[in-house]
């Protein structure tokens, strides 16, 4: 019984470092792995963008780059059913989560590849949690392509050429975390 038990979790953390390794090799490093947003962080994200969202108008659209499972579109689509979700996800075990997760809501489209080439002009917020190797490259792009009033909530990672607007202390797994929220820097 323990043997098969030890076994079954060998070939299991197998299959989990050959995944992390092929992702790795497809992006060379550069972009952050499938890691869910979990604990506290997420708790403060969701409050964070819930109240941005309540205060801009019906209609509104959001989007999270690299979505993920897609827990933070579900949970936000469920409080905000007239406003419009967009997931950008490009790795496939991740967007099919994200796919059975969002499934059941009319409010959340997913696109399936990279946020880098999207056009996002026209979200007026936008959730991302990305590693350190994009701080500077995705801080360009959206500040150069976000429309002026459009908010960006960063968890855990700051980003650069971006307004800081406010950073709220948070915590994940007992150790310190932050959550950014920028605006166009103009
Ligand atoms: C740290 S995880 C965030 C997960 C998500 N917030 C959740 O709770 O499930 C970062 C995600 O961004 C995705 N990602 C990273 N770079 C990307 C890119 N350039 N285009 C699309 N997705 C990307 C990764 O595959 C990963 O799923």
Redesign the pocket.
Known sequence: MFLSFALLFAAAACVLNIYILASFIRCRGK???????FGQVKRDVLKIAGEILAKKAEGARAA?L????G??LAELAKDFPKTEFWG????PV?YACARRKTGNYRNIKLCYG???KADVSDFDLILC??GTGLEQELGNKLNREIKPGAVVVSEVFELAELKPVCRYESSLCGVPAVVYVYQKNV
């Open positions: 972009y952050p792995p499938f890691i869910s947003s999270d690299g979505c993920g499972s827990v933070l950008f996800e490009w790795d991740a990279d946020f880098m949690y990305v």
